[in-house]
């Protein structure tokens, strides 16, 4: 099980990746396909269901055009999600 701070971790990504995600106006399919990765799997890390992989993590801000940082929580500014 997490630690309230690795929940908050995990939700924190989660959040970061549908935003970035509904700004480029993909749904979860369209962003797996994307990234190549397993089709439930945007949507399990987008509710912190799962403690994903860094390499998962790679591909998905490859697929979104932005750098991981952003996916780990470095603070989001309205034009860098476009």
Do not use: Y
């Amino acid at each position: 099980m997490f630690s309230k701070e690795e929940i908050q971790v995990l939700r924190k990504v989660g959040e970061n990746i549908k935003k970035l995600r509904t700004d480029k106006g993909l749904s979860q399919f369209e962003l797996a396909n994307e990234a190549e990765v397993p089709k439930n799997q945007v949507g399990r890390i987008e509710r912190a269901e799962i403690n994903t992989t860094i390499l998962t993590l790679h591909k998905i801000a490859a697929a979104l055009k932005v750098d991981i940082t952003l996916l780990l929580g470095r603070k989001l500014h309205n034009n860098e999600s476009s």
